[in-house]
Nanobody, 127 residues
């Protein structure tokens, strides 16, 4: 069974940090762009950050640029999201995802090209 399992969410105060992890199982994701998306209550799911299969390109939403860093370890089949200087508006369920196509750039991965979703992890930033 192919799965993406997120961990690392939780409750943090404004200005704090969290590190999300997403571990793949059932197949390798080393040749797929991967990324993080989030969905706040009453809002559409949006792209947060994506990374190419070879880590050569990364994409960040304007709202998180300079605060969040995406990385991956293909040997561990895992992608990470380091979140610093968190704000209340970062509160959302964060989803890990993998591109349905192989060997694509970070920019290729978006909601329409996701082939695999994780179950999501809640991040709550208190003011």
């Amino acid at each position: 069974q192919v799965q993406l399992a997120e961990s690392g969410g939780g409750l943090v105060q404004t200005g704090g940090s969290l590190r999300l992890s997403c571990a793949g199982s059932g197949r390798t994701f080393s040749t797929n762009a991967m990324g993080w998306f989030r969905q706040a209550p009453g809002k559409e799911r949006e792209t947060v950050a994506t990374i190419a299969w070879h880590s050569g390109s990364r994409y960040y939403a304007d709202s998180v640029t300079g605060r969040f860093t995406i990385s991956r370890d293909n040997a561990k089949n895992t992608v990470y999201l380091q979140m610093n200087s968190l704000k209340p508006e970062d509160t959302a369920v964060y989803y890990c995802a993998a591109d349905r196509n192989a060997y694509t750039t970070a920019q290729h991965l978006n909601i329409m090209t996701v082939g695999y979703w994780g179950q999501g992890t809640q991040v709550t930033v208190s003011s």
